[in-house]
Every structure is written in structure tokens, then in C-alpha cells.
T-cell receptor
Framework: AQKITQTQPGMFVQEKEAVTLDCTYD???????LFWYKQPSSGEMIFLIY??????QNATEGRYSLNFQKARKSANLVISASQLGDSAMYFC???????????????FGQGTILTVHP | NAGVTQTPKFQVLKTGQSMTLQCAQD?????MSWYRQDPGMGLRLIHY???????DQGEVPNGYNVSRSTTEDFPLRLLSAAPSQTSVYFC?????????????FGPGTRLTVL
């Protein structure tokens, strides 16, 4: 089974509108972390936001917020007031089993390409 | 700080050739790793290291070797390049431990094997 599933290969949004990028995950761990990364056409990986499994409140970072629904195992990224510069590939990722000397690798979803129209 | 640096940025190899992708970080991070990115598959972990002298296999280690003689450097060696290794390679580093520690990525190396 896929650990991280992003079901939207591509999404379109009008500039200044909000958009939600979906991410569901699969884990039997109680302690895990969820990340979103942005990859613009230039190719670099840019960290956006993090949510820990024990965090009671949804994470927010500027225009980015993470809609964390633990029972549904979903961690959707919400981008408010979209800008042309938000056009990029977006990856959801999960880290399990980290702590002590355990490495805690990141497992990535397949990504969603977001296009912002003027 | 330069962060995570990778060289080269682009490389074309012929099948059977060997080469080393270089990775260095100046943040004194104990943890380093190599990922490959293929279309439609996200990033997959090749090898990782939790400190100098300690390396381990990730999800797709076949055809690659790593070593970690210093905290700063984590080179990835392709022993005998194959077309299936055509990909974009990312090196990453982060502080030891902690679920939420941010993973810093290098700019990537785009490798084509003919």
C-alpha cells in the first residue's frame, strides 16, 4: 500500500483564490510527522510546513495551512490568496520512526502540479 | 552558510561508465541522505547516513555506493551506470533526531545515462 497518496496530478486555481491540495497517508505509528514541499520549475525543494501527529492545532505558515484530520489520515495543504509564483509541483511527505539514532526517512507522495492563472 | 551543495548540476554518461556525485553541507548536520526523483514517483531514498562512518541502505540502493568519512561530505558513487539510473538526484541533510527537523535539500544533479 502507498504510504503517501496524492490523488490530484494537476490542479488549477485563479490568482487570489484559495486552493486545497490533497494528501492521505498510511501508518501504524502513533508518532509521525507530515511535511509539504514546493518544487518550482527551477527544481529545488522548498520546505513549506510541518505537522506533528501529536500537534493539537493545525499548522500554519503565512499563506500556507495544513488541514490535519488524524482519524481520516489526511493532511491537506491549503494555500490562501494564490499568487502566480505558487505555480509549482507540491509534495506531501511523512516521517516515521524517528528518534534516538533511528534515521526516520521521509516518504514522498507523487506530487501535484499546481497552476495559478492570472 | 552555503547549505547543501551538489556537483555537478548536469551529467551525461554512457552505459557502463562510473562516476561520483558530490554532496557537501556546512551546517554540521549528522544526518545526510541521497534521493532520486523520477517522473510520477516522487522522491525515493537511495542511501542515508546518521554520522561519519555510518551508512545504510534506503528504498532503492542497487547500483549505488556511499561512504561518509567526514560530517560534511556524502558522495554517491554509480559503479556501472545504466539507463534506468537516468534521474534527478538530490542530497539532503538535517539535524539528528526529532520528527520535525527540517530536511534541507541540495539543488539536485540531473543525470542522463545513454
Amino acid at each position: 500500500a502507498q504510504k503517501i497518496t496524492q490523488t490530484q496530478p494537476g490542479m488549477f486555481v485563479q490568482e487570489k483564490e484559495a486552493v486545497t491540495l490533497d494528501c492521505t497517508y498510511d501508518t501504524s505509528d502513533q508518532s509521525y510527522g507530515l511535511f509539504w514541499y514546493k518544487q518550482p520549475s527551477s527544481g529545488e525543494m522548498i520546505f513549506l510546513i510541518y505537522q506533528g501527529s501529536y500537534d493539537e492545532q493545525n499548522a500554519t505558515e503565512g499563506r500556507y495551512s495544513l488541514n490535519f484530520q488524524k482519524a481520516r489520515k489526511s493532511a491537506n495543504l491549503v494555500i490562501s490568496a494564490s499568487q502566480l509564483g505558487d505555480s509549482a509541483m507540491y509534495f506531501c511527505a511523512m516521517r516515521e520512526n524517528a528518534g534516538g539514532t533511528s534515521y526516520g526517512k521521509l516518504t514522498f507522495g507523487q506530487g501535484t502540479i499546481l497552476t495559478v492563472h492570472p | 552558510n552555503a547549505g547543501v551543495t551538489q556537483t555537478p548540476k548536469f551529467q551525461v554518461l554512457k552505459t557502463g561508465q562510473s562516476m561520483t556525485l558530490q554532496c557537501a553541507q556546512d551546517m554540521n548536520h549528522e544526518y545526510m541522505s541521497w534521493y532520486r526523483q523520477d517522473p510520477g514517483m516522487g522522491l525515493r531514498l537511495i542511501h542515508y547516513s546518521v554520522g561519519a562512518g555510518i551508512t545504510d541502505q534506503g528504498e532503492v540502493p542497487n547500483g549505488y555506493n556511499v561512504s561518509r568519512s567526514t560530517t560534511e561530505d556524502f558522495p554517491l558513487r554509480l559503479l556501472s551506470a545504466a539507463p534506468s539510473q537516468t534521474s534527478v538526484y538530490f542530497c539532503a541533510s538535517r539535524e539528528r533526531g526529532g520528527l520535525g527537523n527540517e530536511q534541507f535539500f541540495g539543488p539536485g544533479t540531473r543525470l542522463t545515462v545513454l
